[in-house]
């Protein structure tokens, strides 16, 4: 089954991106996004595995609630509260993060920054 992780912001992409070994598609919400905007997001990719990996903090909260509700089976990773933002989040988190969401990363034992 193909996989969908989705972030908030580009700087997340990019701190994600280069971690992960097999084909995935990354969309970017740019922030809280509206149901009906989520929807047309979303609804092409209905059917993958669809993984939510945003920012430990009100609008990623606010953005979780409406995922959960719009797209019930998507699955849920969630960072550390203390790093708040996916893009400062520590490359070793990040790693055990997509590990835990049955992402191939490269070299799992690199990226202690």
Do not use: W
């Not at 996989?3 to 990354?26: C, F, M, N, Q, Y």
């Not at 509260?81 to 993060?97: G, M, N, Q, W």
């Amino acid at each position: 089954m193909e996989k969908v992780i989705v972030v908030e912001g580009i700087s997340d992409k990019t701190r994600i991106a280069p971690l992960i070994a097999e084909p995935v598609t990354i969309l970017c919400t740019n922030g809280t996004v509206s149901a009906t905007r989520l929807e047309e997001m979303l609804l092409p990719f209905e059917g993958q595995d669809i993984i939510i990996l945003v920012d430990a903090d009100a609008s990623g909260d606010k953005l979780r609630k409406l995922i959960k509700r719009e797209f019930p089976e998507a699955r849920h990773f969630h960072i550390d509260r203390s790093y708040k933002e996916v893009a400062t989040t520590p490359l070793r988190k990040l790693i055990d993060v997509l590990i835990a969401a049955d992402v191939r990363v490269l070299n799992p034992v690199a990226g202690n920054d």
